[in-house]
């Protein structure tokens, strides 16, 4: 499809000493597809539902989903940790499930924020036109959809600063 996919080897900053490698492609909402694979992955499956493929992060090992139901369960390689507009520090533990429709993740269990000195649950994430609706509990957050373009990468999320260098060249 005729985009260009550059392979970058950089120093995770959460631990220098192990090398990762990012992925980029110059179309942003093809960043975490896996070219060589047929088979949907989940970040295909996002889209399919109408959802930014930024609401997971990389790594990911496998999954299941029942179409029928919606459930689904997510394995990452490990857990994952980054801040969203440098203010939230939100955490996926290696297990992430749920229910997915269109518009609507419900029943979540793995995703967490850090509120206070408190990890909370992320239960539901709604999409309404260009917003994602955060719950925790009965208090939600909105943020714009163009937020999640990007996978977060673990330990430094969507605003790395390689990130940044790498999109304004
Ligand atoms: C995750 O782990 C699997 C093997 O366990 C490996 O094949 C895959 O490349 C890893 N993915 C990432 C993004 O680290
Ligand atoms: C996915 O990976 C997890 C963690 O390694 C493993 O326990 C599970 O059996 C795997 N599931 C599938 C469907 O391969």
Redesign the pocket.
């Known amino acids: 499809m005729g985009e260009k996919i550059e392979k970058k080897k950089l120093l995770d900053p959460a631990n220098p000493t192990s090398p990762?490698?990012i992925f980029t492609l110059s179309l942003t909402s093809s960043l975490c597809t896996a070219a060589t694979t047929a088979a949907p992955t989940a970040y295909d499956l996002l889209k399919t539902y109408n959802f930014p493929i930024g609401l997971l992060p990389?790594?990911?090992?496998n999954y299941t989903l029942n179409p029928t139901t919606g459930k689904f369960n997510i394995h990452?390689?490990?857990t994952c940790s980054f801040s969203l507009e440098d203010s939230y520090q939100i955490r996926y533990e290696s297990s992430i499930s749920g229910y997915i429709e269109e518009n609507r993740l419900t029943g979540l269990g793995g995703i967490r924020v850090k509120v206070l000195f408190f990890w909370l649950d992320i239960g539901e994430v709604d999409r309404s036109g260009d917003d994602l609706e955060f719950f925790v509990g009965v208090v939600s957050a909105n943020f714009p959809v163009g937020n999640f373009d990007v996978c977060p990468q673990c330990g430094c999320g969507m605003d790395c600063d390689f990130v940044r260098k790498i999109k304004n060249e």
């Open positions: 990762i490698i990389e790594g990911i090992k990452l390689n490990r």
